[in-house]
């Protein structure tokens, strides 16, 4: 069985700072991993993706997220928080192959201090 | 292209009443999915439909139904809503296999009494 482990349901940085989301998942066979990032009152949207080709995955709006087979790690960072990156971000893994189900983490909600 | 859209926005209620959850892509998608959201526990899936006329249970679908009516719509119903059923609905589709990227609708906030 498939899953995937968000640390921290709340993180909070200040503006201008590093943005560190973590992730850990659990998968027998090789993943697909992804980030999705939830504004107030919206459904949820890519961030990116890992589906086995480069570990270090760049997505939208500057964040990036690097696949670590050795720690089943696959954090979610940003350099810099800006106010606009408030929201609930969403780790999930799919098993790849086949017709395989997605399994999403709890979510983290991340707030930005001005 | 309004990607998916979801009816209605906000519903309310009472136990025992049904209800049917409308979603609609215009994006060519094969898969649809309905999940629902609960604080604390992330996303639960609870219907898909891999292709237009095929549907299977996900984690988590005692007391509801769906329908594929054809590529563009799927829906859900609650025939008799209970409290438990209180949550925030998401339709979501893919072009095809399930661990592709998913295109969600607003979702629908359902609030049973």
């Known amino acids: 069985a498939q899953s995937v482990t968000q640390l921290g349901s709340h993180v909070s940085v200040s503006e201008g700072a590093l943005v560190l989301l973590r992730c850990n998942y659990s998968?027998?066979?090789?993943?697909?991993l992804f980030w999705y990032v939830q504004y107030p009152n919206q459904g949820l949207q890519l961030l990116l993706k890992y589906t086995s080709a480069a570990t270090l995955v760049k997505g939208i709006n500057g964040f990036e997220a690097e696949f670590k087979k050795s720690e089943t790690s696959f954090h979610l960072t940003k350099p810099s928080a800006h106010m606009s990156d408030a929201a609930e971000y969403f780790c999930a893994v799919s098993r790849s192959g086949g017709y395989q189900k997605v399994t999403f983490g709890t979510g983290t909600k991340l707030q930005v201090i001005p | 292209n309004a990607g998916v859209t979801q009816t209605p926005k906000f519903q309310v209620l009472k136990t025992g009443q049904s209800m049917t959850l409308q979603c609609a892509q215009d994006?060519?998608?094969?898969?649809m999915y309905w999940y629902r959201q609960d604080p604390g526990m992330g996303l639960r899936l609870i219907y898909y439909?891999?292709?237009?006329?095929?549907?299977d249970k996900g984690e988590v679908p005692n007391g509801y139904n769906v329908s594929r009516l054809n590529k563009r719509e799927f829906s859900l119903r609650l025939e008799s809503a209970a409290p438990s059923q209180t949550s925030v609905y998401f339709c979501a589709s893919s072009a095809t296999a399930i661990q592709e990227t998913q295109y969600f609708g607003p979702g629908t906030r359902l609030l049973v009494l």
């Open positions: 439909s891999a292709s237009e006329g095929t549907t």
């Open positions: 994006m060519n998608h094969n898969s």
């Open positions: 998968s027998s066979v090789p993943p697909y």
